[in-house]
């Protein structure tokens, strides 16, 4: 097969999970022998290895893309101008500055992106199909990372005559999260322009249901794919640590639920069974979430319990083995029901356990794997009573962890994830043809 993937970076200024998804997924198409072009915008990728690399630029510069939201003039500097802004250093700085665009601004970039050719970034999206043109002939698909750039789709169609395909991946939250009026036109303008796509392959059967509802998709045009991980590296540890443990890896937000982690980390140290018991967070944040972070860490040093807890800085893929490796429980107690997690399936690689809310995803993925444990969402009290055994019989917490460990090796790896994916893009491309 031979595939186009269009993928938006963070700049690797946090855990992005449809960074490391994207990632992953072109490592394993590429490792089963598929010819895969990864195509980058926004933001630099952080994507290592020669497996990944690609030598197309980025498109739909941030900064660029910013620019020609709020200035008409910049939608028609010259290409040199452009290439400047582009820069892969100015982006990786830029990348660190990541929330500080007004909520309106982002939000009226966003309906701008869905337009298409109607949108202020048509400049950026013809400077993109001019790339993709030559390469016409020798794609058979072109895959989107997510719904939220489903304004490409007509016109890669339209230039390009292939099928394109679409992620899946949380969007709900994202458009949800705009506010009104904004979601609401950015719904009704994703209705319209999923149109243009000829299937979608969604990261679990919890997501397919909601993508179905809020879009309107025939089910036949929607497959699940569990995303796997590259398992190599990831090794239990030899005994369980010396003083338990709670890890969180993600971005460090108020939306992962950290407040509601930190409250309930107050509550198991006061168990004098806990009085050690330690936090280890890593995942990185923007400057959005600075505020949130700062007003925690006061309650933790009004709580006299700051120095229990630690903050990571680095968070890549080596640094996140070493970092699980000392957990005795992983838990990123997400507050809207998530559409997947990795971060799950990278501590279960690592025989940790995970607690995280019964909602979403996680009744799914822990029904495969039996790694964990669920608790009901939302209050740090029930997070706190299903994480406290774990923590008081280390030798049960590493008896799930194994078997969790055990169903990702064998089942979430990337020589599934390539023959899963490859199934459903040809059953897709099929039935667009039928």
């Not at 939608?75 to 982006?91: A, M």
């Not at 019989?393 to 460990?405: F, M, N, Q, V």
Request: aromatic share 8%; with cysteine.
């Amino acid at each position: 097969m031979k595939m186009i993937q269009i993928t938006p970076g963070s700049g690797g200024t946090f855990y992005c999970e449809n960074c490391l998804r994207d990632g992953a997924l072109v490592r394993a198409m590429r490792l089963a022998g598929h010819e895969v072009i990864l195509v980058p915008m926004y933001l630099p990728p952080e994507l290592t290895g020669p497996e990944l690399a690609t030598e197309a630029p980025i498109f739909f510069g941030g900064l660029n893309v910013y620019l020609q939201q709020t200035s008409a003039v910049f939608r028609h500097s010259p290409r040199w101008f452009d290439r400047l802004l582009d820069s892969r250093g100015l982006l990786s700085r830029l990348a660190r500055l990541a929330g500080m665009t007004k909520p309106q601004t982002l939000a009226e970039m966003t309906l701008s992106m869905l337009q298409g050719t109607e949108g202020r970034q048509v400049k950026e999206l013809n400077r993109l199909l001019e790339w993709l043109a030559p390469l016409a002939d020798q794609t058979d698909v072109v895959c989107l990372s997510n719904a939220l750039l489903a304004g490409l789709a007509g016109p890669i169609h339209s230039r390009l005559h292939r099928p394109v395909l679409c992620f899946l991946q949380d969007e709900d939250g994202f458009l949800d999260g705009l506010g009104d009026p904004y979601s609401r036109q950015a719904w009704d303008l994703l209705k319209q322009k999923v149109r243009d796509i000829d299937g979608f392959i969604t990261v679990s059967d919890f997501y397919s249901g909601v993508m179905r509802r809020r879009l309107d998709l025939p089910e036949s045009k929607i497959k699940t794919v569990y995303m796997g991980i590259d398992t190599i590296g990831y090794e239990p540890a030899p005994k369980a640590p010396d003083r338990p443990t709670i890890g969180f890896l993600s971005r460090l937000c108020e939306g992962k639920g950290l407040g509601i982690l930190f409250d309930a980390f107050a509550i198991l140290r006061k168990d004098p069974q806990l009085s050690n018991l330690r936090l280890r967070l890593a995942g990185g944040k923007t400057r959005e979430d600075i505020p949130f972070l700062d007003m925690q860490m006061k309650k933790l040093i009004a709580a006299g319990l700051d120095d229990a807890v630690e903050f990571l800085p680095v968070f890549d893929r080596s640094a996140r083995i070493a970092f699980l490796r000392e957990l005795s429980v992983l838990t990123v107690p997400e507050i809207r029901p998530a559409s997947y997690g990795l971060y799950l399936l990278e501590a279960l690689a690592c025989g940790v356990p995970v607690v995280q809310p019964w909602e979403g995803v996680f009744s799914e993925l822990l029904e495969f794997t039996g790694g964990g444990a669920l608790y009901q969402p939302n209050r740090p009290e029930n997070l706190a009573e299903t994480i406290k055994p774990l923590l008081l019989d280390p030798a049960k917490a590493r008896e799930l962890g194994g078997w969790g460990r055990e169903t990702v090796l064998n089942r979430f790896n990337l020589e599934q994830t390539a023959a899963e994916l490859g199934k459903a893009v040809a059953e897709l491309l099929q039935t667009r043809i039928e």
